[in-house]
């Protein structure tokens, strides 16, 4: 299994960009994706979860409304688009992935620990 996280890069509050994920090796109607993101001398936190097995999305509180997460018609691409950025979602975000499950349940963006596949990360900075 491979994950490749794309699409970083430093933006403006306000702003909007797009993070990609390309997962590879895993069965395409059956994983679930995940993003989790990292800031300097935070603990990392999740934030969008996809799921193929059963067509269900999660967020974290903090991003609902303003992140939206989606696959391409492939269902190998899993996207984050971002908007109405804010400096403290800046971060290092990374794309995490397993076999089956469901975002159905909070804990399917909350539990890092969950997902056995991750890939790079990317940073995304929002400043002024």
């Known amino acids: 299994v491979q994950l490749q996280a794309s699409g970083g890069g430093l933006v403006q509050p306000g702003d909007s960009l797009r993070l990609s994920c390309r997962v590879s090796?895993?069965?395409?109607?059956?994983?679930?994706v995940a993003w989790f993101r990292q800031a300097p001398g935070r603990q990392r936190e999740g934030v969008a979860c996809?799921?193929?097995?059963?067509?269900?999305?999660n967020y974290a509180e903090s991003v609902r409304h303003r992140f939206t997460i989606s696959r391409d018609n492939t269902k190998t691409v899993v996207y984050l688009q971002m908007d109405n950025l804010i400096p403290e979602d800046t971060a290092v975000y990374y794309c995490?992935?397993?076999?089956?499950?469901?975002?159905?349940?909070?804990?399917?963006?909350?539990?890092?620990?969950?997902?056995?596949?991750w890939g790079q990360g990317t940073l995304v900075t929002v400043s002024s």
């Open positions: 090796g895993m069965t395409t109607d059956g994983n679930t």
């Open positions: 995490a992935a397993l076999g089956g499950w469901t975002c159905h349940f909070d804990d399917s963006v909350s539990k890092a620990g969950r997902y056995p596949h």
């Open positions: 996809s799921s193929s097995t059963d067509d269900t999305t």
